[in-house]
């Protein structure tokens, strides 16, 4: 499944938290933005929380995977930690000057702000640390 979801593009799959708040957002709008710019193509993280067999073999199989996070809660990092995935280039919004609120009127140089740091940490040489979880169980977000 890996060669036809993430064909091209680099070889890079990127993986959207898509919560429910601008930081969410965020990584989902800049998600379909660089996927339709082919830059890495955008893959379904629902599909891998659910441990659906394709979907787990073909992020094991991906070259390069960029997980986007909108929070330091790490949604996304304990997703593919759960199914045993070692996390090299990993990016959380809020850890970029972006900080998270119920806004979902996203702002452009938001969108490109994230964009440009997937760009920059998908083409690391090196990977990135990944971003230490709050260890909190629900959502941990201060606004619900």
């Known amino acids: 499944m890996a060669e036809t979801c993430c064909s091209g593009g680099n070889g890079v799959m990127i993986l959207a938290c898509s919560g429910c708040s601008n930081t969410g957002q965020l990584s989902n709008q800049a998600a379909v933005e660089l996927t339709r710019e082919g830059f890495g193509k955008m893959f379904c993280l629902a599909g891998i929380g659910g441990k659906l067999p394709g979907f787990v073999q073909s992020v094991k199989d991906a070259p390069i995977v960029v997980v986007i996070d909108g929070c330091p809660m790490g949604c996304a990092k304990a997703i593919l930690e759960d199914i045993h995935v070692p996390l090299k280039h990993c990016l959380v919004i809020t850890d970029e000057g972006i900080e998270k609120n119920k806004n979902l009127q996203l702002e452009r140089s938001d969108i490109d702000r994230v964009k ?18 709050k260890g909190v169980s629900g959502c941990g977000c201060t606004e619900c």
């Open 116 to 133: 440009a740091a997937v760009k920059r940490i998908a083409d690391k040489k090196e990977p990135s640390a990944a971003p230490e979880t």
